[in-house]
Structure formats: C-alpha cells, structure tokens
C-alpha cells in the first residue's frame, strides 16, 4: 500500500538535467523535470475559480498580474474537491504567500547583481545556497547527524532555515499565530492576508487547521522582513523564498476535506518531507520563470557559474529534493495512518499540478 503512493522512480541520476540542457527553453526545461502531472484540468471550474478571485485582489489594488493563473493552480493542485469555496480558499493562500515573499525582492535582486558587492556578501550568499541545498542531501539512508555551529537543524538534521531558524525565533520571542515578533507589525495587518486567512477560516476547518495556516502566514511574514524592511538576499533565500508555499502547504488537508491529526505539525519526518516539496516548487518555478532573485540566480552567483550552467545545477538538485522526497514519504506512509497518508498523497499531487502549471500556463 505505501510502495503505491508514489510512481516508480526512473533510472539513471541527472537525466533531467541533460534533458535541460538540449531543451533551453523554460516551459520545456520543466516539462523535462523529475516531477508528476496534474491528474485534473478542469477549464470551466478554473475560470469560476478565477473570476471572484481577480474582483477579490481587485479591492486590494493587487494587479491582476499578481494573481493571473492561479484559480487554475488551485483545480491543477486540489483534483480531490471541486467546491469553488476550497478552491477559492487555496487560491488566495498562494497569492498572500507570493505577496509576502516578493515584499523584499526589490533589494534581494539589486544587492545579489551588484558586482561591488563585498566579498563578505558573496560568502554569505555562497553559505546560504549551501545551507538551503543541505536539506536535499541530507542522508535519505544515513542516521541523523548531531547539529553543528554551521548549519541550522531541525531534529538535528540540517533543514531549508525557515523551518528552524523561523520556529525558534518564533518560540524565543513568544509568538503567536497572528504575529510577528516582538514590536513587529501583525500579519493580519495586511489586508490581503488577512482577508486570505478569513476565507480559510470560512471552510468546514478545525481551529488547529485555522491555526497551522495562520503561523505559516507568521513563519513567512517574519522571514521576508515583515515591517522591519528588506532583508539581505542569503536571508530572502533561506528563508522567504524557500517557503514561498508554505501557506498553500499548511492548508492542503483542509482544502481537500480532511484533517491531520494535530500532532502531525511536531513530526520531524512530515516537515521533512514539506521542506522537500517546498524547495522543489520554488526550483521548478525559477526554472520556469527566472528571476534575478531567485535561487537558480544564487546558485550562479554562489558557485560562479553562467545561466544554462546553473540552470542544469538547479534541475539536478530539485531532480535530487524530489526522489528523497519520495524516499521519505514512501517510508513514513508505511508507519502512519490514514491522514497523513493521504496527505503525502495529496502533496505528490500538489507538486504535479504545479508543474503542470508551468509547463503549460
């Protein structure tokens, strides 16, 4: 049963890569990607989808740029409902999740292309590229390691830093869901996210599903600066911009009708395998829509390689996030129970909706 959730993985390490290479152009880059397809694409429920969901960013002055597409996201991504309110619901998550990551992309781009940056810049950003992709090769058949001064860790295993370095802020300052930290402006002081989180909470949700989204809103507030102002670029990308998806992530039980038991949120192999997803969706997504401050970018900056070279790099490590994602998941739904099993499910097919997203906008 647990060997049955996830597709067979294909043979031959790097094959996608090489794949990158001959194809070059980004919509075909990501369709040669390790990674599942949609299995629903429903055009009518998208666009009744994608309706309300423009006349909603509308009454934020959001451009409808900014949520272009995603009403499709949502039904390429949640196939197990068809309920244009959870629909809807998942929608708003990932435009408030993308309008509090890209709240400091101004200054991550321009510090990260200034070649008068210092050199200690340049380390940091090397450093925080290393720490990011520490999590894809962290052992998928090795014990864990004991934590390090270098590297932040989760359960002592090197983890993307949001979700140790966020968490632990978090508790070191006594947050709460609905905060920042100490002094910060609230989260739900944003109109649009909080107007996203009400209509998460409008659906058939538990206060601890209600509860899971409204820190990971926090969790990426304070990591993208919140209202302390841009961060530096090794920041952004350690933190914000791997977790760009972390609200749409938190939510996934809910908007497809069931409920993790609560304390699935403690388990160190579950936020493993969400920190994988996370980082394989936000590579898919630099591949496919490259930006200056994007982690592709870093890696080229990091390791002083030009664009096709990183963008090769940057599709071997999310070829590699993805097949130990798949390890992971396949070995702790053979130990769990019926819900988060489903959730592992839903999660594969979170991530092929996504892909199908980007290969064929």
């Known amino acids: 049963m647990a060997h049955a959730l996830l597709p067979p993985r294909p043979h031959g390490l790097g094959t996608s890569a090489a794949a990158l290479a001959e194809t070059g152009r980004p919509a075909r880059a990501v369709a040669a990607l390790y990674c599942p397809t949609a299995v629903r694409d429903d055009t009518a429920l998208a666009q009744q989808v994608q309706e309300p969901l423009e006349q909603w960013a509308a009454g934020f002055a959001v451009p409808p740029a900014a949520v272009a597409g995603l009403g499709r996201l949502a039904v390429l991504s949640h196939p197990d409902t068809d309920d244009p309110a959870r629909l809807g619901a998942a929608a708003k998550l990932l435009a408030a999740g993308h309008l509090i990551e890209t709240a400091t992309l101004p200054h991550a ?6 070649s008068d940056a210092p050199d200690s810049d340049a380390h940091a950003l090397a450093r925080a590229v290393d720490t990011a992709l520490q999590e894809v090769y962290d052992a998928c058949d090795l014990p864990s390691t004991p934590p390090t001064a270098d590297v932040p860790t989760l359960h002592g295993r090197p983890a993307a830093a949001a979700a140790a370095t966020a968490a632990a802020a978090a508790a070191a300052a006594g947050t709460t869901a609905g905060t920042t930290a100490a002094g910060a402006r609230p989260v739900t002081d944003i109109p649009l996210v909080a107007s996203a989180l009400a209509a998460f909470s409008a659906l058939p949700a538990s206060p601890y599903q209600v509860d899971r989204v409204a820190r990971a809103l926090v969790a990426l507030s304070a990591a993208a600066g919140g209202s302390s102002g841009p961060h530096p670029p090794w920041e952004h990308l350690s933190t914000a911009h791997l977790n760009a998806y972390s609200p749409a992530l938190a939510g996934l039980d809910a908007i497809d009708g069931y409920e993790l038991p609560p304390g699935a949120g403690a388990d160190p192999d579950l936020a493993r395998v969400v920190q994988l997803a996370s980082l394989a969706a936000v590579l898919l997504r630099d591949l496919a ?15 002083y390689l030009g664009t096709p070279a990183a963008a090769r790099r940057a599709a071997a490590v999310h070829d590699d996030a993805m097949r130990a994602l ?8 053979g130990v769990s129970g019926t819900a988060i099993r489903r959730y592992l499910s839903g999660l594969w097919t979170w991530l092929g909706g996504h892909r199908t997203w980007h290969t064929a906008p």
């Open 109 to 114: 781009a321009t510090v990260a292309q200034d």
């Open 289 to 303: 829509r490259p930006r200056p401050a994007g982690l592709t970018a870093a890696i080229a900056r990091a390791e």
């Open 326 to 333: 798949q390890h992971h998941a396949t070995a702790l739904a």
